[in-house]
């Protein structure tokens, strides 16, 4: 009957340290996932801020094309003369 006890208590050891090693990496996953949703998040205000830049320049891109294109039809054309061609 000792020998079942001592069994029993021999079991119970392992699965108590198996279950602290499981909370302990639980805890540590935790962490992880909360560092990753923090970075997730700062990516996400990178990408707008930098989505924004984007349509900026591209409207401000467009803008400059259509005036270079207006100044372009307005002005007279001109011969180049051989030296400049």
Known sequence: M???CCGGRAEFVPDGLQ???NLAENEQLK???TELQKQ???MGNDLETMTAA???LAKENAA????RSRRNQSAPQRKLS???R
């Open 2 to 4: 000792g020998g079942a």
């Open 19 to 21: 279950r602290h090693e």
């Open 31 to 33: 962490a992880q996932v």
């Open 40 to 42: 997730n998040g700062q």
């Open 54 to 56: 984007r349509d900026a």
């Open 64 to 67: 400059l094309k259509t005036k």
């Open 82 to 84: 051989r030296r400049h």
